[in-house]
């Protein structure tokens, strides 16, 4: 396909148009994934089915051959779905959502030019063709036609296939721009002919508020022109309808031009009149059946075309009987042959063949991109790995406390080491996925929320491809969409404001993701206003969240963003400051095992910095001693830890010690009480204070007795496992075979606390209470 | 004075390619992103043509055309629905409900511009 015509002179959209699809498909995104697990109403399927379209008709403009075969068939079944010729099962399901994917590869590829593997996708094309073509069969055999018919006959052809391709191939040639190409095929006479029309509209011509005279008109253009008007039917003053038709017309127009030019003159109007037209005195070479094919290279030719060609294709199946092809089965014959050609065309420019034998063995080879797995079964594979990476651990503390210094046994342990780390990791990228879904409904949440506040933002996102736990992802979305709203409500200033501050009007926000260690870091910043410090603590003194003799430092001062109903905001936009705020955001990521911070610079911006673990099947984890027991605390709570003095710690009046840290008191929760550990450090001054943040920005002290190291653990849940505890969310087992709890530090603050010194047993394990459980009988937890 | 064209369509890819060409040949255009802001538009705003697309949240081409046609002074106005594919049943349900004529995706600058002109000439 040439670049003339439109390809140079739209190019320019391009952009534009990469920008709707991301928007698109993250959308279908979403759709699809509840069409997998659900059957969705039509109101859900035209959705769908408007998305594949869309990105049908850019592609088709943009000359995206491989994008507009892919998603012609794909939006054929979407439409069989659509009027119910095709019904909702699993298979179908599979298979659109498998659609989407290609489509998704397919579009990033036409938008970074990158090329894809010849048969790309070949497979779910596929098997799109083989839900159409047996819904279509379904369809001939209910109408009574054999089956065994030939493709040509078939009532109820499916609309794609060879003819479909066709099409697009045929649309593409009308395309192009020079005049002689619409005319390619008809024999051309330079002679003049007359031709003589007769021209009778209907009412209906001039609802459809098309014009006689315009018709006229454009005749006149095609030659010498006579007209006669009829009035035979014009009926008597008071009988007349406004509305309605009575003139008729009678032309003879004599020319050069084909007589499809002449029919294309009344293209739009043909059904909503009486025509006929012949050539008075027939001229050599034109076929008066030609009617307006290839008329305007617009509409009707491309159809024509269309079928035309789908008539050979149809044909084929004939053809294909001499060739050395083995299938037998007519209903084989009706579909193969013309099947894996059509895809082959519709992905890739490449041959494939045409033998159902050799295209059965040419799929087995194909490459297949991805499969799409039950997560039931991921999630097994995930907490198999993990155990097995814990009996790893064990037997690796085995093997130092038996043969400490058996070499062989050392390097074995060390190699299974290796292998059942990469392992781990191998299984854990299975759920893995590019954080692309959930940025690519960015770009449309600014573009309406800035034309909704009048204010001019760009997005500039960075990092896509940073690949997350698919459970995470789906998490993520919300705390972004209501930072970035937040950022262009609070933070980027209004073009004039801008301007005045000596920046440019257009604000920009940045959001990245990247990977650090075992977390994804996202960044999201803006160059607005950035936190007005001063502003924050007299609203924060007014609200009562801060004490008026606080003292605060600066990064404390702006983390009072998070509080719970705080807003910065100075009126209530429809777009945030409704009370929900920061403070959701912060216990959502929390609820992730994530923090997320934020920094801020008066007048220059704000930068928010999320950092989330990259999965939820494995925790980092502080493992902490308390008296015999072992305890996790998730790392990202952690602020920080120190071993306070006497005078640091106090006890209220009403029960319940406290710690001071710079001015601050924290409450000081010791584990021991709380979970009835024995021969635990009692006195805080002789332990360590872990100062950990609740997802409400609450900050508590947690007495232990020492810290023994950080350390990534397999999560094992309590309820499924045992018994939800209070306190606890999960469990792990360390190296040593023993488990230890993972603490729950939301809840860890209402829990009561044994009065200190009472002991009501001595029991071995760690203890805790399943939650309905009387407090004096501590139960030990069986792993 | 110039002519004033609606274009319709919910991608925007497609409304700024109509938008670009049409511009280009000296005419107003007016941008809908579905059919109920074409008609809000229109509520408020004459124009001489309407370039429409069929499948669109909201409200489709087909209803947009019905309720535009259903309104005393859209009875003349010409309205050109764009299709895909020029598919026939989708030509007969922009027909049906009173359209002027059809326009296929994709379509080249030139060819929309002959068939603008075609229903809605210059004066």
């Known amino acids: 396909m040439t670049t003339g015509g439109q390809g140079g002179e739209y190019a320019q959209f391009k952009a534009t148009f990469f920008e709707e699809c991301s928007e698109i498909l993250a959308d279908l995104d979403g759709r699809l994934t509840r069409l997998q697990s659900e059957a969705i109403d039509a109101e859900e ?24 075969g892919f998603s012609h068939t794909f939006e054929a079944l979407l439409d069989w779905m659509r009027d119910g010729r095709i019904t909702q099962n699993e298979r179908v399901a599979t298979a659109v959502v498998h659609a989407g994917d290609v489509l998704a590869t397919l579009v990033a590829a036409a938008q970074t030019d990158s090329p894809v593997e010849p048969d790309f996708g070949a497979d779910v094309a ?13 369809a001939a055999g209910a109408a009574g036609a054999a089956p065994s018919a030939t493709a040509g006959s078939a009532p109820a052809r499916p609309p794609v296939t060879a003819s479909g391709d066709a099409r697009d191939a045929a649309s593409d040639r009308s ?12 024999t051309h006479t330079d002679s003049l002919t007359c031709y003589r029309i007769d021209f009778v509209p209907r009412a209906e011509l001039f609802r459809h508020a098309n014009e006689p005279l315009l018709l006229i008109g454009e005749l006149q253009r095609l030659g010498t022109l006579e007209t006669t008007l009829r009035d035979d039917r014009l009926p008597a003053l008071a009988d007349m309808d406004p509305e309605d038709a009575y003139f008729a017309w009678t032309f003879e127009l004599v020319t050069d031009r084909p007589q499809s030019e002449i ?21 050599a070479g034109e076929d008066a059946d030609d009617d307006d094919a290839d008329g305007w290279g617009l509409f009707e030719p491309d159809a024509q075309d269309a079928e035309a060609e789908a008539g050979d294709h149809d044909a084929e199946p004939h053809a294909a009987g001499a060739e050395p092809s083995p299938t037998a089965s007519p209903a084989a014959a009706t579909r193969t042959p013309a099947t894996p050609e059509a895809v082959a065309a519709a992905i890739a420019p490449t041959a494939r063949p045409t033998a159902s034998g050799a295209a059965n063995a040419a799929q087995a080879k194909s490459s297949v991109s991805s499969i799409r797995v039950d997560l039931g079964r991921v ?3 995930v907490n198999m790995v993990g155990e097995l990476v814990i009996t790893q651990a064990m037997l690796a503390q085995q093997l130092q406390e038996s043969h400490g210094g058996d070499r062989e046994s050392i390097r074995g342990s060390d190699e299974l080491a290796t292998l059942t780390r990469e392992l781990q990791e191998c299984v854990m990228a299975i759920r893995m996925q590019p954080v692309r879904s959930v940025f690519q409904r960015m770009p449309r949440l600014v573009r309406e929320v800035s034309a909704k506040l009048d204010k001019h933002v760009r997005l500039v996102m960075s990092g896509e491809q940073t690949e997350v736990d698919k459970t995470v992802i789906e998490e993520l979305a919300d705390p972004l969409t209501h930072m970035i709203r937040n950022a ?30 075992s977390n994804i870091l996202i960044h999201l910043e803006d160059d607005g206003r950035g ?20 003292k605060l430092s600066d990064e404390e001062i702006d983390d009072l963003i998070f509080s719970p109903g705080f807003s910065t905001a100075e009126t209530v936009t429809d777009v945030s400051g409704r009370g929900v705020g920061m403070d959701v955001v912060r216990r959502n990521i929390v609820n992730l095992g994530g923090r997320i911070q934020v920094q801020s610079q008066l007048g220059k911006g704000t930068r928010f910095t999320l950092v989330i673990p990259l999965t939820l099947a494995v925790l980092d984890g502080m493992v902490v001693a308390v008296g015999a027991e072992k305890y996790i605390l998730p790392l990202t709570s952690i602020i920080e830890s120190f071993r306070p003095d006497k005078g640091q710690v106090s006890t209220l009046a009403g029960g319940g010690d406290v710690a001071s840290i710079r001015g601050q008191f924290y409450r000081l929760v010791q584990l021991h009480r709380i979970f009835d550990v024995p021969s635990a450090i009692t006195e805080p001054w002789r332990g360590i204070v872990v100062l950990v943040e609740t997802a409400s920005g609450e900050k508590i002290g947690i007495a232990v007795d020492e810290l023994l190291g950080q350390q990534q653990v397999v999560i094992k849940s309590l309820q499924e496992n045992y018994d939800p505890v209070a306190g606890i969310s999960g469990a792990t087992i360390l190296g040593n075979g023993r488990v230890a709890l993972i603490l729950d530090i939301e809840n860890l603050t209402r829990l009561p606390e044994r009065p200190a010194g009472r002991r009501a047993d001595a029991g071995r394990g760690p203890t805790a209470r399943p939650i309905d459980e009387p407090a004096d009988v501590p139960l030990a937890l069986s792993a | 004075m110039a002519r004033r064209v609606l274009a319709v369509d919910d991608s925007k890819t497609m409304r700024d390619m109509v938008a670009f060409t049409l511009r280009g040949a000296g005419f107003d255009v007016l941008e809908a992103e579905d059919g109920v802001r074409a008609l809000s538009v229109l509520s408020s705003q004459s124009v001489d043509l309407v370039i429409t697309d069929i ?3 909201n409200m489709d081409g087909v209803t947009l055309v019905r309720q535009l046609r259903a309104k005393p002074n859209f009875k003349s106005t010409p309205i050109l629905i764009l299709t895909t594919e020029g598919g026939e049943d989708k030509k007969a349900d922009g027909r049906a409900a009173g359209a002027t004529g059809w326009i296929v995706k994709p379509f080249a600058p030139d060819k929309l511009l002959q068939v603008v002109n075609k229903v809605c000439p210059g004066r």
Do not use: W, Y
Request: aromatic letters at 4%; charged letters at 25%; hydrophobic letters at 50%.
């Open chain 1, 45 to 68: 399927l035209n959705a769908i089915f408007r998305a594949v379209h869309s990105i049908k008709a850019g592609a088709g403009a943009f000359n995206l051959g491989s994008l507009v």
């Open chain 1, 126 to 138: 596929e098997e799109l063709q083989a839900l159409l073509d047996e819904a279509g069969r379904r």
């Open chain 2, 55 to 57: 499948n669109m949240p």
């Open chain 1, 379 to 381: 999630d097994r594979l």
């Open chain 1, 488 to 517: 262009i409500d609070h933070g980027i200033e209004t073009p004039e404001a801008r301007i005045a501050a000596g920046k440019p009007p257009e604000g920009t926000i940045a959001l990245s993701a990247a990977h650090v260690g």
């Open chain 1, 175 to 186: 395309e192009t721009p020079a005049a002689p190409a619409l005319d390619a095929g008809i």
């Open chain 1, 263 to 283: 029919a294309e003159v009344f293209e739009f109007v043909d059904a909503d009149c009486d025509l006929t037209l012949a050539p008075v005195l027939p001229a």
């Open chain 1, 531 to 550: 936190i007005d410090r001063e502003r924050l603590l007299a609203k924060a003194l007014a609200k009562g969240i801060i004490a008026a003799d606080a």
